[in-house]
């Protein structure tokens, strides 16, 4: 896929690595519709890059409809990637008992049933279009965690929404398969990204060290480079990758 000329929308593309992939998208020569809940950085980023914003709850169907909509007025949408989501800690039975399901349900509901209902609309807009010379009409990109693998005490609300991703994947894949559309799913280690810049130092530390190599946190920068790769290698399809400096979690 050449990025040039094509429009793309960025989930959560306010911060982190939405803004990371915003930026990078838009300095390839793509057109940016950054879709997040975040309006004033949303709007300051999309004016950054020359791109648009719109606000969003991925959750919703109304405005994951504007979104695409937004997109398609651009030109040839060609490109989603996922990166809204949250990420709530608490223990399935704690100091004050059962864990919230309230907590749990919007959990899923903003990572898992997000990711698919911005993935649905942007599909269906995707095959209308007029195919690229190998035959491919759009790419999407949702970001898991390698906590649906080595979810830790307090992720279970979290994990179980990126092992959602991750079981979504190839049959997404498989679907759209004859639309010539492909889907993918990058997930992310220990990355430098607001979640984690919320906790103290020295657990920033520990956690940058704990990676084998190489031992950093990753950046928006580093999730940004592959996302364009999986956008330009047309083989890559229906699969999810660790891109994680070969960490393995441990419970806590």
Do not use: W
């Not at 990078?24 to 020359?50: F, H, P, Y």
């Not at 504007?66 to 704690?94: D, F, H, Q």
């Amino acid at each position: 896929m050449e990025i040039k000329g094509k429009v793309f929308i960025v989930t959560g593309g306010a911060s982190g690595l939405g803004e990371g992939t915003a930026r990078m998208l838009a300095a390839s020569g793509g057109k940016v519709v950054i879709a997040d809940m975040q309006v004033d950085k949303g709007e300051a980023v999309a004016k950054d890059i020359g791109g648009a914003f719109v606000k969003c709850d991925v959750s919703q169907e109304a405005d994951g409809q504007a979104v695409v909509a937004r997109a398609v007025s651009l030109g040839k949408l060609m490109g989603l990637v996922n990166c809204a989501g949250i990420a709530p800690a608490e223990k399935t039975v704690g100091k004050n008992g059962a864990h919230n399901l309230g907590v749990f349900s919007k959990t899923i509901m903003v990572n898992l049933v997000g990711s698919f209902n911005m993935i649905r609309l942007a599909a269906e807009a995707m095959a209308k279009n007029e195919p690229e010379a190998t035959g491919e009409r759009g790419c999407m990109i949702s970001t898991a965690s390698v906590a649906a693998y080595d979810g830790q005490i307090g992720q279970a609300a979290y994990s179980a929404s990126k092992g959602g991703v991750v079981g979504m994947t190839l049959p997404i894949a498989r679907d759209l398969a004859r639309n010539g559309i492909r889907n993918m799913t990058i997930a992310p280690g220990i990355f430098g990204t607001p979640m984690l810049f919320g906790m103290p130092k020295e657990v920033q530390d520990a956690l940058a060290a704990s990676v084998p190599f190489p031992s950093r946190l990753g950046t928006p920068e580093d999730y940004a480079k592959l996302a364009k790769h999986i956008f330009e290698n047309d083989m890559l399809n229906g699969e999810v990758i660790r891109l994680d400096g070969a960490i393995r979690m441990a419970p806590k």
